[in-house]
């Protein structure tokens, strides 16, 4: 399958990583406005660059469009991807709020495209595995769960990150993974609590109550002075998973000498294959396939509304009930 990559920046450069190790997915041409920084990708990937989507869809036949712009980027880019009859993948978190989202689900409805929205932490083993053991009940009933993912504050393009405006703020950005996690191992959220150090929410702590009684504790951080890392642990009756990333090879960090340039962690897998290989592999399966996506387009949907939630519970001071 033809891929297009659009985004040449951190994510970007991982996606494109990935494909190189993908037979089934072929990547075909890079798509950045900033002209060093798509031809740098497109160099590297020995495929041609192009300023805008519409410049590389009127040349080339494409099958998926893989999205890796910025946040408040998603829906324009998303939706024109899906007009051109390709499918899209597109990188965490969907949206930058609910109405875009919405948008983008019915544009795939109607273009009768997959939207793959890439919740990359569903391939990590270490959480796939987790899940699956609660689900086995080799824990028992699982009361509590807690989780915790932070470092150092990421630099992208043009600050996006530092704008609440285009990035979302931390909850929308890097907490719904571990949101997204949650709601996939246990089911529905019923309320949301959250205390921030800041009105920005460089460091946000949530209490999250679920429907099945589960109460977790979720931190999130922007505010350490270097370095990344994630960890959680799920407490049952009968046993007790646990996970730090601190304990293993755990992240790579994309630097640049260029002023203002990206500086961004990108969580990895010590193991042979990469999650984003997999994940990928598993999106064009569901598109040549029609395998059931290990997350759907709802899922993101939801992750997006409960970090939405998560922020406007630390501005309020106030716990916000789920719908």
Known sequence: MKVLMVGAGTMG????????????GELVGVVDPDPACGAS?????????????????????????????PTYLHRATVEQALTAGCHVICEKPMALNLDEAQSMIDAATRARRQLLIAHVVRFFPQYALARQRVKNGAIGEVGTARTFRGGAYPVGWQDWYGDPNKSGTLATDLLIHDIDFLRWTFGEVQRVYAKSLNVKGDHVLVSLRFANGLIAQCEGSWAYPAGFSYAFELAGREGLIAFDSRQSRAIEVWESTAPLAPRVAIPESPLVQSPYVAELEHFLAVIRDGVEPRVTAEDAFRALELSMMVRRSWETGQPVEVE
């Open 13 to 24: 450069r991982v996606h494109a990583q990935a494909w190189a190790e993908i037979d089934e």
């Open 41 to 69: 990708l497109a160099r590297s990937a020995s495929v041609p660059a192009f300023a805008s989507l519409e410049e590389a869809l009127g040349v080339m036949a494409v099958d998926v469009v893989d999205v890796c712009v």
